[in-house]
């Protein structure tokens, strides 16, 4: 078999699709904003923080949960990466260029982050609020005024700039991108060098880069996400985040694939290589119930108030209790019996079908961990949801595929090809 | 009493081997068995072995499994003896959970290993055939039941030979 070279050719017509895609999320959101704040006076009721409830709040909200979502997948993507130099794996030959390229969304993630949380801070987070610390207020919260240290070090006698929380973020985000340049400026060398060098200093960065990601990722979840509860906590969510992601990424890695391969590209990506993510999918979906599942049993049967109200938020909720079914019913059901054939992941028509769900449900899990505890009764589902998941998106893939463009899909001379060309699954 | 002639190529390599069943395959000669040390990658195909269903019992031991946990413990907290547990319904589903998963992964497992013990006839008392003491060491053995097959001795020895078999062997089991 000969190898040729591969290039992705992001063309014109798909950067107008994915132009379309953004510019249908904006009108839809503008529309979802406008008819909230046309019929929405009813709905200014003054909540806990003690202002009124407007559809900035539930904007704000909608673009935190793209914010996380997406730089779940982005970084996740350069983690998938990182984990083939580090397992030797050889048969991700073909497909391993494309979660890197999920990468380049880390600069503009970090920095969308960031502005949205001076923006929106307040409407997230109900430990931003000053009163909160202040002991003569009667807003005062002695539980949340023990944890202050952890948002608002070194300024704890005064609360004002979160600054370890801050300070956090920005050294998430940078650590991660200087990782991802440098993961990447190796992978690139290999096209050129070929031999093993490269490969052995991408293993070496790659081990580096998998203990800071344990680390990080799992900080960046309390931080991100479970601090919008901040009364609460549970020792599993840094695990239960990850599985999330993870699963998102390799769903959206399969779909690419298939896309690709739809357009006759990756030559040396054959049913084998696709029964192999596809089993990913279905062993993460797993994974990520079973995660779901520890966090949740044991609140449950140990049913104490502090740990409850997450779940009384939720599942005894008129307006989440369905979500809250339907994103079981999504991410762990559907994946699980509908993957389970092996023909079902060899071929592209029930992957087709299962792929863009799990994408979707897992949006639904992330909408799950923060709506509840930020809206709470103000929350709802709608086109506000739905235009800004599509700008985030459209936008992803725009930054994705024309990272994706500039380099070869796989590296010709990376020294694990071979094996990924016989590679072969029972 | 039965007796059973077998003749059995042995071979050194197996891409030799690989080919040589194909080419013998096509030349017309049914090969009863192909033993070697280790797993060859591709010889199901050129055996041109049906995928196994074993899965397909598996998932049927897994449901029966997932039934028989649901059944037992609805019965046991919810109809035999109600008790108020930590103040949950008399039947909480999610406590159910972890009995359900052990008990379908055991029954998946344990059923999934016994149906291939019977339909590979693998039993404590059985007799197994030992072609040729060296598939546990070095060689590959291709045996071909002659029972099976109409054409002469000398002729599969020809084919064996031609297709790369470093010996050619006969093998006589007499058998109960």
């Known amino acids: 078999m000969v190898i040729v070279e591969e290039k992705y050719d992001f063309s014109a017509k798909a950067k107008k699709n994915l132009i379309i895609t953004i510019g249908i999320g904006i009108f839809l959101t503008i529309l979802g904003i406008v008819s909230m704040s046309m019929g929405g006076h009813h709905e200014e009721v003054a909540h806990e923080g003690g202002h009124a409830f407007s559809w900035i709040n539930r904007l704000g909200v909608d673009i935190w949960i793209n914010n996380i979502y997406f730089t779940g997948i982005a970084i996740v993507g350069v983690f998938f990466f990182a984990l083939q130099y580090a397992a030797q794996a050889g048969w991700s030959v073909g497909i391993k260029r494309i979660p890197l390229a999920f990468g380049s969304w880390l600069p503009i993630s970090g920095i969308v982050m960031l502005v949205s949380f001076f923006v929106f801070g307040h409407d997230i987070f109900h430990w931003t609020h000053h009163d909160l610390y202040n002991t003569s207020s009667h807003e005062f919260d002695s539980i949340i005024n023990a944890k202050k240290g952890y948002f608002f070090w070194p300024l704890v006698d005064h609360p004002s700039i979160p600054v370890f929380f801050i300070a956090r973020m920005l050294f998430f985000f940078g650590l991660w991108y200087y990782l991802f340049t440098k993961l990447r400026k190796l992978a690139f060398q290999e096209d050129l060098e070929g031999g093993t060098v490269p490969w052995y200093n991408m293993r070496k960065l790659s081990a580096v880069f998998l203990v800071i990601f344990a680390i990080t990722s799992s900080i960046a979840a309390w931080d991100w996400v479970m601090s919008i509860d901040t009364h609460w906590f549970s020792t599993m969510f840094g695990w239960y985040v990850f599985a999330s992601w993870w699963v998102t990424t390799l769903a959206l890695i399969t779909f690419i694939t298939i896309y690709l391969k739809e357009k006759g590209l990756l030559s040396i990506v054959n049913e084998n290589h696709l029964h192999d993510i596809g089993k990913f999918v279905f062993a993460f979906s797993v994974f990520w119930a079973y995660i779901w599942f520890s966090q949740f049993l044991l609140i449950y049967y140990a049913n104490i108030p502090e740990e409850s109200i997450y779940f009384v938020e939720r599942w005894n909720n008129d307006q989440y209790g369905i979500i809250f079914f339907v994103n079981l019913f999504l991410n762990f059901v559907l994946p699980f019996l509908l993957l389970m054939p092996r023909d079902a992941k060899r071929h592209t028509a029930i992957l087709k079908i299962v792929i863009p769900i799990v994408i979707f449900g897992h949006w639904i899990d992330f909408y799950l961990m923060i709506t509840p505890g930020t809206l709470k009764e103000n929350g709802g589902y709608g086109l506000v949801e739905f235009g800004t998941m599509l700008i985030y998106g459209g936008a992803f893939l725009y930054v994705a595929l024309n990272s994706l463009s500039k380099a070869p899909l796989f590296a010709k001379k990376d020294p694990m090809l071979d094996e990924s060309l016989h590679h072969h699954v029972q | ?176």
């Open chain 2, 1 to 176: 009493m039965s007796n059973t002639k077998f003749i059995l190529g042995v071979y050194e390599d197996e891409d030799i081997l690989l080919n040589a069943i194909r080419s013998i395959r096509t030349a017309g000669v049914k090969i009863h068995e192909v033993y070697s040390p280790f797993p060859v990658h591709g010889i199901d195909d050129v055996l041109g072995y049906k995928r196994s269903k074993l899965s397909i019992v598996a998932f049927l031991f897994g449901l029966l499994g997932t039934s028989l946990a649901l059944i037992m413990q609805i019965g046991m907290m919810g109809i035999d003896w109600p008790m108020i547990i930590g103040g949950k319904d008399f039947i909480p589903y999610p406590s159910f959970v972890p009995v359900i998963f052990e008990l379908t992964v055991l029954l998946a497992a344990y059923g999934m290993c016994f149906t291939f013990f019977i339909v590979s006839d693998l039993k404590p008392w059985a007799k197994p055939r030992i072609f040729d003491l060296r598939i546990t060491d070095d060689k590959h053995v291709m045996a071909i039941d002659l029972d099976q097959n109409k054409i002469d001795v000398a002729k599969i020895d020809q084919i064996l030979k031609d297709n790369g078999a470093s010996e050619v062997n006969q093998k006589n089991f007499d058998e109960d």
